[in-house]
T-cell receptor, first 115, second 116 residues
Framework: DGGITQSPKYLFRKEGQNVTLSCEQN?????MYWYRQDPGQGLRLIYY???????QKGDIAEGYSVSREKKESFPLTVTSAQKNPTAFYLC??????????????FGSGTRLTVV | AQTVTQSQPEMSVQEAETVTLSCTYD???????LFWYKQPPSRQMILVIR??????QNATENRFSVNFQKAAKSFSLKISDSQLGDTAMYFC?????????????FGGGTRVLVKP
């Protein structure tokens, strides 16, 4: 079945360490997105990519980095510069272009906790 | 920048009854898309319903329907015949038409509890 896989489901990080969250899709979608969700709040856009080897900052990109070397993969690195990284992270994809207005497909998320 | 506001943090409803969730948004665009997503306790985001701003007819998906009032910038979701499986967070979201990146902007969410 086609879908988006995020791994790991739970991740613990020590302060000062970088950590990378994985996001893989087999939907042949061009566009991919990373959102952050804090308790009781909506989703905020971190980074997005419309095509391989290209990505743009979202609303809260500081302290994060991404790469898009393959169409299927859009990993997110939470760096030590992110002051409050504990959150739930959601990856999503869409067909791309005007077809994206049909909405996104989401992964099941990664819960990151800084200990 | 677009903003999406959901003014009801929590709502509860008896099984089989109807509940309406409110959503307002702020935009200067004329063409755009609106969505309702459901996030159950599993935290998987599920698309519930979608509305195109240039269509006056309100979208309907089984027990879910919207009341889209473009002039008022309002997009409410009605859940009819509520079921226990409807218990979830519901997010309203906005997307500009043909915008670079096709970014979704989300509201803060409304938690819905369906009681037996």
């Amino acid at each position: 079945d086609g879908g988006i896989t995020q791994s790991p489901k739970y991740l613990f990080r020590k302060e000062g360490q970088n950590v990378t969250l994985s996001c893989e899709q087999n939907l042949n979608h061009d566009a991919m997105y990373w959102y952050r969700q804090d308790p009781g709040q909506g989703l905020r856009l971190i980074y997005y990519s419309q095509i391989v080897n290209d990505f743009q900052k979202g609303d809260i990109a500081e302290g994060y980095s991404v790469s898009r070397e393959k169409k299927e993969s859009f990993p997110l690195t939470v760096t030590s510069a992110q002051k409050n990284p504990t959150a739930f992270y959601l990856c999503a994809s869409s067909i791309g272009g005007t077809e994206s207005n049909y909405g996104y497909t989401f992964g099941s998320g990664t819960r990151l906790t800084v200990v | 920048a677009q903003t999406v506001t959901q003014s009801q943090p929590e709502m509860s409803v008896q099984e089989a009854e109807t509940v309406t969730l409110s959503c307002t948004y702020d935009t200067s665009e004329n063409n755009y898309y609106l969505f309702w997503y459901k996030q159950p306790p599993s935290r998987q985001m599920i698309l519930v319903i979608r509305q195109e701003a240039y269509k006056q007819q309100n979208a309907t998906e089984n027990r879910f329907s919207v009341n889209f009032q473009k002039a008022a910038k309002s997009f409410s979701l009605k859940i009819s015949d509520s079921q226990l499986g409807d218990t979830a967070m519901y997010f309203c979201a906005f997307m500009k038409h043909a915008a670079a990146g096709n970014k979704l902007t989300f509201g803060g969410g409304t938690r819905v509890l369906v009681k037996p």
